[in-house]
């Protein structure tokens, strides 16, 4: 169902529920490269597209780079992980509205020798404090995604700029998180992966979980309609009927029984 703000806007603009749907076959999603990675999207857009004719055609990016697209009007939906940059979407009057969608978590993975020491831990901050210390290699995304921002959080939580060391122990992939990963693993090197895609990614090498279970490692995504009043080319209904599908029975349904090796890589918490 159409927030009834959302439907005044659509009127405003001329557009109908009904019309803005039989006009609008396909919706642009800018989203993350963890939700396509994962697999989850090739997973649950099948079933929205089979019940509604809508075609999503999804742009895997960095959380940055999804939300620098989507300010460009290059986009009718944002799915993403970085709350406080969603907010602030909607705040400049890029979104509508966002909500919640699902979430997992963050691990921090690195060789099985863990030469800095953290192998069991359940401390971020500690983690990362220990590996800054012994200067071992540590690739990062440095892509300005949601990973890479919630990474950059805890650097600065545990009192260090790692980018001062870049290009030694430090590393800069400037990568998504599958390419990364490749880095870190080539590299022995420890890495801030999203849970869903270490679990989706095969050349792990010797590579392993080292830490996770710390609450600030908790990784929340979103879902916002690009604003139809920024960008008048915004496909806002068929946007809009993609969003009320996700957070709604079906699409929520649909996240939570998306398995990878009989483990869930994503919990649903639209409501």
Do not use: C
């Not at 703000?5 to 609008?24: D, K, N, Q, Y």
């Not at 990675?37 to 929205?48: A, H, K, Q, T």
């Not at 679990?199 to 979103?222: A, K, T, W």
């Amino acid at each position: 169902m159409i927030p009834d703000f959302i439907r005044a806007s659509l009127v405003a603009l001329g557009l109908t529920a009904s019309a803005g749907w039989a006009e609008e076959p396909y919706i642009i999603v800018q989203s993350t490269t963890s939700t396509q990675n994962s697999g989850l999207l090739d997973y649950i857009l099948p079933g929205f597209e089979a019940e509604t004719g809508i075609d999503v055609r999804v742009v895997a990016v960095g959380t940055g780079q999804a939300i620098r697209n989507a300010v460009n009007g290059d986009g009718d939906v944002l799915l993403v992980h970085s709350k406080p940059a969603e907010e602030q979407f909607v705040a400049d009057g890029w979104g509508v509205q966002r909500f919640d969608v699902m979430y997992n978590d963050f691990v921090l993975v690195g060789p099985k020798s863990d030469p800095a020491g953290i192998a069991g831990g359940d401390d971020i901050i500690a983690a990362l404090t220990a590996v800054a210390e012994a200067k071992v290699p540590f690739v990062s995304r440095g892509d300005d995604s949601g990973t890479h921002k919630a990474e950059m959080r805890h650097w600065g939580a545990a009192g260090n700029d790692p980018t001062a060391a870049s290009g030694t122990w430090y590393r800069e992939a400037g990568a998504g998180m599958g390419a990364t990963l490749n880095v870190a693993s080539g590299m022995g090197a420890y890495v801030l992966t999203d849970r869903a895609t270490w679990l989706s990614f095969g050349n792990r090498g010797d590579q392993e979980i080292l830490v996770e279970g710390d609450p600030r490692l908790f990784n929340q995504y979103g879902v916002t309609l690009v604003n139809p009043e920024k960008h008048s080319g915004a496909r806002a209904a068929a946007g809009q009927r993609f969003i009320d599908w996700l957070i709604g029975p079906d699409g929520q349904a649909a996240i939570e029984s998306y398995m990878l090796d009989g483990q869930q890589l994503f919990f649903p918490n639209a409501n």
